[in-house]
């Protein structure tokens, strides 16, 4: 039965499972062939509808999603109909394309695969290689954010943004957050290369809000700004965080906008990085909106946001912490987040993927993570579980390193190691890639 004929007969599980099963059997995210033709050729049959709404482009070593959701959640409570684009997913690929603030439900997913889906094999017939699964899936955001009447688009990159599948937008505001190595095979091997693939997403005419940036990333983002005429806002220089102060429910924040101070604003997200996303977040929807935001508003939005999979406390004895840092950038930022927040030790289920830097994950967390529970998660491209326990046996000590066989039986050894004893202060810290915490979320994470 095709996914069509599933949803008709009333079996849309059954359709969501199908088209998901179709998605995969395409080119993998993973893979990158730099050219944007397929996708082009790809959205201009399904009649250009990436041009039906106004946008902004994010893109970033890390903070991308976190930031997005801000953005959406600011642009919604001014009252645009919004649609966002995010990627990887936690549990289920729907969560990629959200409409005014909600994951699209499995009727519009499947009615989106199948309007690309009859497109998509033209293009494979005349391309060399056929449309990958991220390809898919940016071109179903579209089409379901014009189908559903989108004011404004807020898209993530999946993997740098020059030659992102992303990239056919002409975004009014480009975001850049925090560039870091990453993607090195792909993007090349320093931030300067890493940086001019990134600043592809700023267009001509413009804006593009910035985020505080090594020296060598700034002028790259400059030297494109001007090359486009492009009108470049910065952190630091134009917009900043102004006061921060940690919490148990987040942090307390003030911002200087591009128009306006924004005072005593809480953040239900914790860190010193998710205030500088925040304080992004809110440069980009007064350059979107082209002028200051109500402070009472964003007040209001960013102290009810969520990040899932972004130092996500879930309660229970012992509490478990979920993050997705797969790199040392992130992992850094994942360091100074247990330290200000953690009092007790920190027992960590650790699976990364074996593409990542993961030997500079380890050194990172080794200051501020007790004991490791080493695994693998459900992706083929995982790292075998004792690989990884033989790399930070060499960073922890071998007393301090675990083995699991997978992200479930990791927690379950985790909180065996956990004091779970009333009034302990030990938390248990799932992290190494999204795979992992999409892995830990699919199942109890409060025993």
Known sequence: ??????????????????????????????????????????????????????????????????????????????????????????????ERISLDLHPIDVDRFVRSYQAVAEQA??????????????????????????????????????????WDATNVITADVAAILPVALDHTDYLGPTVEAIAAEKAGIIKAGAAAVSARQPDDVSAVLCARADAVGAELAVEGRDFAVTRRSPMASGQLLSFRGLHRQYDDVPLALHGEHQAQNAAVAIASAEAFLGGPLDVDLVRTVLGRVASPGRFEIRPGTPPVVLDAAHNPHGARALARNLAEQVSGRTIAVLAVMADKDYSAVLHELEGVVDLVVCTRNSSPRSLPADELAAQATDVFGPSRVHLAADVASGLAAARALADARPGSTDVVLVTGSVVTVGDASSGPTDG
């Open 121 to 162: 094999a033209v293009v494979d017939c005349a391309s060399t290689h056929p449309v990958s699964f991220f390809e898919m899936t940016v071109a179903m955001a579209y089409q379901a954010f014009a189908a559903h009447g989108v004011d404004a688009a807020v898209v993530e990159v999946g993997m740098g943004g020059r």
């Open 1 to 94: 039965m095709g996914a069509v004929s599933a949803v008709a007969a009333g079996a849309p599980e059954m359709a969501l499972a199908d088209v998901e099963q179709q998605l995969l059997a395409r080119w993998p995210e993973t893979r990158m062939d730099p050219t944007l033709d397929r996708v082009a050729m790809l959205l201009g049959l399904l009649g250009r509808p990436e041009t039906a709404y106004r946008s902004i482009h994010l893109t970033g070593t890390n903070g991308k999603t976190s930031t997005a959701r801000m953005v959406e959640a600011l642009l919604a409570a001014c009252g645009s109909r919004t649609g966002r684009f995010t990627s990887p997913h936690l549990e289920s690929m729907r």
